[in-house]
């Protein structure tokens, strides 16, 4: 961190306020932007930075500076942001309008597994909230540890921070966005992401220079002499965390690093970032350093009143430790509660632990939350999904019984955040702690739901491994429409496997259970149908997959209509678009788009119409429509990005890279890059398909400016030319 304490007229600095020092070209670049935005004129300020650099101190300086202008001021971190959308809730904490449909939001249990998740508006309704409020008044955003954010949280912002750099760019908008990340930035990742925006600038932060660092020493109350200097240079390289601890221990008496005595001058030096934090902990005594350590296994940010109630000790004793703590600048406080200054101070702490003690407390701290509520069950839905976040890591020392039953609440609602990871892992865990103790059906079902949230996340084994599972107790279990449904997730699951185009599709599950005659409603049977016949049309078997159109056709027309069915004649719609598409009856091909669109929405599933709205906007490629084409791809994608559908993403993005290429726009390689990444990601093999045509487009119009990409494989051993 970039602050030195001091007092006037004494030799050694005291812990009574601080003054910021150095990173003068930052904070006047800051400044002009805060006020720009004020102004009218949007702005994105990205800080990257090693780690110590100071990126926190930095931002914390921004963001006063920003409501020293007058600025609504909204603050949040990912670092340990385990639970899904927990650094959004922070965020959005000063407006309850936005914050309730994220804090405390119940969500019901469904009664079977869902096939498809409802839309998520979450991005729409905070975009919303902060134009209107921009729009009257300086607002400032400011995010740090951008790199740790959970995915359901970057998901959302980075469609946010889009959005709103949309807005800015049609009409004046007060905002300014500050964001820290640690270098490298992630590809993809929402930094990345924010630097690709019109109104954004990157400010990489090093070590301080010699002049700072003079300045340093001096507002810590020492001569700056430059053998001083330039020692202290030499020891930390400029970077403010570790000149911080290394002036500490030269001038404080501060305890050693190896005897935990008083330092000799010269010895034991900060070298490291682990060095310091190691420094700071030396500094409080050992019961400190214990309830610090419970606090690292409950997790950030925590509230001191809950920590005392959760480690049974008095509220006092805990607020003396963490007062000691903050002197010791080990942990802050903030709106939100307490949290770790650096994140090697939490991972040191936890180091010091062995992995059975490990699982020992958080199973210890499982059950205390609970005990701390009247009902002993976790009242909202993110106390449960804690609880069954401890229940998981304390492994063997965990009931079965009560893994199953936490991990399966805790899975549904991570589904209903469409935090895919998150449902998949809790409820694939719901599944393995009472395997063999569960009725064949119930089993199904419950391998389906955790099977539909890997399908989600693009998790191929684990989520082809949990529908052969479902289909196969479903049929033991004699649950037709268990068995109907996951042999359906199956199919498509199949289909968006790495594969060579013609290629034959396994589809004998699905195949079998449509055989059988099962006892199921009408819109599921037409829905497996279409999606027989989607994996026919990409094995290359038209002819049978028509007929299996028009059986569904003929099915869903002897029933009367409803919203269910109009579902499954969206996927009917589309199986034929997709075919007559690739006989490039694009007029036809049109039509049956457009009818899924319609019957998407008369069914309220947005997943189908965005299959839909995507595959028309390749027709609308191929005919020459670039204009058009871009502008609805652009909605695709952010609406997929949304929901975390990443294959859709990946294949939108590859349209969008199609039409950059076409137009001939500068930002074609930059597009065809982000969808190389999103294939990396899903390995869907029409991604592939279509890049590989846009690559080679691009390097004959560029004369090969692409030839560095690399390439694109079909299947692991099959490669695409370039």
């Keep these: 961190m970039v602050e030195a304490e001091w007092v006037p007229g004494r030799s050694t600095p005291a812990p009574v306020g601080r003054r910021f020092v150095g990173r003068r070209v930052e904070r006047t670049l800051l400044r002009y932007l805060i006020r720009e935005a004020g102004n009218g004129r949007p702005a994105v300020a990205v800080v990257t930075g090693a780690a110590g650099a100071g990126k926190t101190a930095l931002l914390r300086w921004t963001a006063d500076a920003a409501m020293a202008e007058g600025a609504d001021v909204l603050r949040t971190s990912g670092y340990e942001a ?28 469904p009664p079977r597994p869902i096939a498809d998740a409802a839309p998520d508006e979450l991005s729409g309704r905070i975009t919303e909230a902060v134009t209107s409020r921009a729009r009257r008044r300086l607002v400032a955003l400011a995010i740090d540890d951008v790199h740790d954010l959970e995915e359901a949280s970057r998901l959302v912002l980075e469609n946010v921070l889009t959005a709103l750099d949309d807005a800015g760019t049609h009409h004046p908008l007060n905002l300014f966005v500050v964001l820290a990340a640690r270098d490298p930035v992630e590809p993809s990742g929402l930094a990345d992401r924010a630097l690709r925006l019109d109104a954004a600038r990157g400010l990489p932060i090093a070590g301080l220079d010699e002049t700072e660092v003079f300045d340093f020493v001096a507002a810590s109350g020492q001569e700056p002499t430059p053998y001083l200097v330039d ?5 930390t390289a400029g970077l403010p965390l570790l000149l911080q ?26 070298r490291s970032i682990a060095d310091a934090v190691r420094l700071r902990l030396g500094r409080v005594d050992r019961p400190t350093q214990a309830l610090l350590q419970q606090a690292a296994v409950l997790g950030e940010p925590w509230d001191h009143e809950e920590l005392a109630l959760v480690v049974d000790r008095p509220i006092a004793e805990v607020d003396a430790a963490m007062a000691s703590a903050v002197d010791a600048e080990l942990v802050v406080r903030g709106r939100h509660g307490v949290r770790f200054a650096h994140p090697l101070a939490r991972s040191e702490l936890l180091e010091r632990m062995s992995e059975a003690r490990l699982r020992v407390l958080h199973g210890l701290l499982a059950g205390r939350l609970r005990a701390v509520y009247p009902d002993g069950d976790a009242p909202d839905d993110e106390l449960a999904v804690r609880v069954a976040d401890h229940l998981l890591r304390a492994g063997v020392e965990a009931d079965p019984e009560d893994v199953a039953r936490s991990a399966l609440r805790a899975g549904r609602i991570a589904m209903g955040w469409t935090a895919w990871s998150q449902a998949s892992r809790f409820l694939s865990a719901s599944v393995s702690a009472v395997r063999d103790q569960l009725p064949a059906a119930e089993l199904a079902t419950r391998e389906l739901e955790a099977g539909i949230a890997a399908y989600y996340d693009h998790d191929i084994d684990r989520s082809e491994r949990l529908l052969t599972d479902a289909v196969s107790d479903a049929r033991d279990g004699v649950d037709d429409t268990v068995r109907l449904t996951a042999a359906m997730l199956l199919a498509r699951m199949r289909g968006g496997k790495p594969f060579r185009p013609g290629d034959h599709l396994d589809v004998s599950e699905l195949e079998e259970a449509l055989a059988a005659d099962p006892d199921v409603a ?10 027989l016949a989607e994996a026919l049309i990409v094995a290359g078997d038209a002819d049978r997959a028509l007929a299996i159109v028009s059986s569904a056709r003929r099915t869903a027309a002897a029933v009367a209509p409803d919203a269910s069915l109009d579902d499954a004649l969206g996927r009917v719609d589309f199986a034929e678009g997709i075919h007559l598409q690739a006989r490039l009856d694009l007029a036809g091909a049109d039509r049956c788009f457009e009818s899924s669109i319609d019957h998407g929405r008369q069914a309220g599933n947005l997943r189908t119409q965005n299959l839909a709205w995507s595959r028309r906007a390749l027709n609308g490629l191929m005919r020459g429509e670039i204009a058009w084409s871009r502008e609805e791809l652009g909605a695709v994608a952010q609406r997929a990005a949304a929901q975390g559908f990443w294959g859709e993403l990946g294949f939108a993005v590859a349209e969008l890279a199609f039409a950059d290429t076409l137009s001939g726009r500068p930002e074609a390689l930059e597009r065809i890059e982000e969808a190389h990444r999103h294939w990396r990601r899903t390995k869907a093999p029409w991604i592939s398909v279509l890049l590989s045509g846009v690559v080679a487009c691009q390097m004959a119009r560029t004369r090969g400016l692409g030839a560095d990409l690399a390439p694109l494989p079909t299947t692991d051993a099959d490669a695409l030319p370039r």
């Design 231 to 235: 020692e202290l240079l030499t020891d």
């Design 82 to 109: 385990s639970v899904p959308l927990s650094a959004l809730r922070r965020l959005l904490a000063p407006l309850p309008d936005v914050a309730r449909l994220v804090h405390g939001r119940d969500t019901p249990v």
């Design 245 to 270: 601890s290394e002036v500490d221990r030269r001038f404080r008496g501060g305890p050693g690093l190896a005897t935990g005595g008083p330092p000799a001058r010269g010895s034991a030096r900060v």
């Design 522 to 531: 009408v819109a599921l049977r037409v829905e497996a149908e279409a999606a």
